[in-house]
């Protein structure tokens, strides 16, 4: 059985007609049993996307809240994208690389310059990289994104690079495993065919099932850890949101492995887009209910925000359930290095550096984490999934989390962000509840102030 025959269409749209019939005291129910931390079905789900109501809105986000907090505590993980090239030769309407777009400036990073724009990235503090590009077979192909991947390992202290790319052959994938990328992310931006179509009219990115199956393929290849999403704003979100699970619920039975992470993006302006005006535009709150959804559905699923949205509603989304950010992002090939607004995918809307949103997060009460350790020691795919289940991920995560933010403090913050960094890290420790591990995490933040690094 394939993906597409398990996200249909009629299925999608009788579970939200199903879920409009479920009363608000059945809604609240719904929201009650998510407490517990083991998840909903499709059903619940459907249910809860139909919520309008501020109160239950309300109870919807208190709950979100403190299953993040049971299962992540309050770390965020924290990472930067790095664009290697905006050729491309298809047409997604909405996007600024679309072939048809003549406007952008087109360049392709040689290994040279992708060591340049990662040492940048690795300046600002970050230890985890999102590698993207556009899709052209003769400029970013499998070993333009491999040897990409491998300078970057070689060349700076990157400890994990997860790579947002085009569908590929099986044979592919199984180079993208050989030089260890971490997670391979896809978004099939709406799973509404009809829209697809619209929205992808040329190029191999108009074969929808070619683009749906493609994570069957990368684990056919050994590649267990993957992220999906929509673009928000091609088609009704509650459709999309309850597809996006339905397909993260088909991997989970056909592998036992979730998506590892699911990211939220919503369609921004972009250069030139062939769309003038969103056709489902999603608010702020229903972006929120949103991750609270997700949240409640897939508690051991991250959730990656970009800056794509604005810091006010950023600031909010991390209290909500978003697991990972992105922060001091540029996305035009070379952007770290020189401003080229002509080379944009799309307009960022959060422009503050890392340092200011490490110190935003502290404020809020989270611990930036640049932890990397799962992916090293082999902690994917169906592993990974047994210790987050269970929450156990929490007694390798709180103490990875704090040091990776010491070595942050330790090399690169300022002044302000230090002192704001070492209150949240004594808080933090007194978190640790096993007395042999929070000696342990002591001990290793001493190592990290004489100098050590990478203690994980
Ligand atoms: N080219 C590959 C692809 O399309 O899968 C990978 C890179 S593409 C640059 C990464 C993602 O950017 C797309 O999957 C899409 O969801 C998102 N994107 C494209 N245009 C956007 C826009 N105008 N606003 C927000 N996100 C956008
Ligand atoms: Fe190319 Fe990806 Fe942009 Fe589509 S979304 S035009 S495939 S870079």
């Known amino acids: 059985?394939?993906?597409?025959?398990?996200?249909?269409?009629?299925?999608?749209?009788?579970?939200?007609?199903?879920?409009?019939?479920?009363?608000?005291?059945?809604?609240?129910?719904?929201?009650?049993?998510?407490?517990?931390?083991?998840?909903?079905?499709?059903?619940?789900?459907?249910?809860?996307?139909?919520?309008?109501?501020?109160?239950?809105?309300?109870?919807?986000?208190?709950?979100?809240?403190?299953?993040?907090?049971?299962?992540?505590?309050?770390?965020?993980?924290?990472?930067?994208?790095?664009?290697?090239?905006?050729?491309?030769?298809?047409?997604?309407?909405?996007?600024?690389?679309?072939?048809?777009?003549?406007?952008?400036?087109?360049?392709?990073?040689?290994?040279?310059?992708?060591?340049?724009?990662?040492?940048?990235?690795?300046?600002?503090?970050?230890?985890?990289?999102?590698?993207?590009?556009?899709?052209?077979?003769?400029?970013?192909?499998?070993d333009h994104i491999t040897e990409a991947v491998k300078t970057i390992y070689q060349g700076a202290d990157i400890r994990r690079i997860n790579v947002n790319a085009a569908p590929m052959e099986v044979e592919d994938f199984k180079k993208l495993k050989a030089v260890g990328i971490g997670t391979y992310q896809i978004f099939q931006e709406t799973y509404h065919r009809e829209t697809y179509q619209k929205m992808h009219p040329s190029g191999s990115k108009s074969d929808y099932d070619y683009r749906l199956t493609a994570i069957e393929r990368a684990f056919e290849a050994g590649v267990d850890d993957f992220g999906i999403g929509v673009l928000l704003g091609l088609y009704d979100y509650k459709f999309d949101v309850l597809a996006t699970l339905m397909h993260s619920q088909y991997m989970d039975d056909k592998y036992h492995v979730g998506p590892h992470t699911i990211s939220i993006p919503r369609l921004r302006p972009a250069l030139d887009s062939a769309i003038k005006e969103t056709p489902y535009p999603v608010a702020d709150w229903e972006l929120k209910k949103i991750v609270a959804v997700y949240r409640l559905t897939l508690p051991y699923t991250g959730i990656i925000l970009s800056t794509r949205e604005e810091a006010a509603l950023r600031d909010e989304l991390l209290s909500l359930g978003v697991s990972q950010i992105s922060a001091g992002s540029k996305t035009n090939p070379g952007g770290y290095e020189e401003k080229d607004q002509e080379g944009e995918q799309f307009e960022t809307s959060d422009e503050r550096s890392l340092d200011e949103m490490l110190q935003v997060i502290c404020e809020q009460g989270h611990l930036p984490s640049f932890c990397t350790a799962c992916y090293r020691a082999k902690r994917t795919g169906e592993a990974f999934m047994e210790l987050a289940k269970d929450a156990h991920i929490h007694e390798f995560c709180q103490p990875n989390a704090i040091m990776t933010f010491k070595e942050n403090l330790e090399d690169y913050a300022s002044e302000e962000t230090r002192r704001k960094g070492e209150v949240m890290i004594a808080n933090e420790l007194e978190k640790i509840t096993d007395e042999k591990l929070k000696k342990i995490t002591i001990e290793r933040l001493k190592r990290i102030e004489e100098g050590e690094r990478d203690l994980y």
């Open 1 to 142: 059985m394939k993906a597409y025959e398990v996200i249909r269409e009629e299925r999608i749209n009788t579970l939200l007609e199903e879920g409009k019939k479920i009363d608000r005291k059945k809604r609240l129910e719904i929201i009650e049993k998510a407490r517990d931390c083991y998840g909903l079905t499709l059903e619940e789900a459907a249910a809860l996307l139909q919520i309008e109501d501020q109160e239950e809105l309300e109870a919807l986000f208190e709950a979100a809240r403190e299953i993040k907090e049971h299962i992540y505590g309050s770390r965020i993980v924290v990472f930067a994208p790095l664009y290697t090239s905006n050729e491309c030769t298809n047409n997604c309407l909405y996007c600024g690389f679309r072939a048809a777009n003549k406007s952008l400036h087109r360049r392709t990073l040689n290994t040279k310059e992708i060591l340049k724009e990662a040492k940048a990235i690795e300046s600002q503090g970050h230890k985890r990289i999102l590698l993207v590009c556009g899709e052209d077979g003769a400029k970013t192909h499998i």
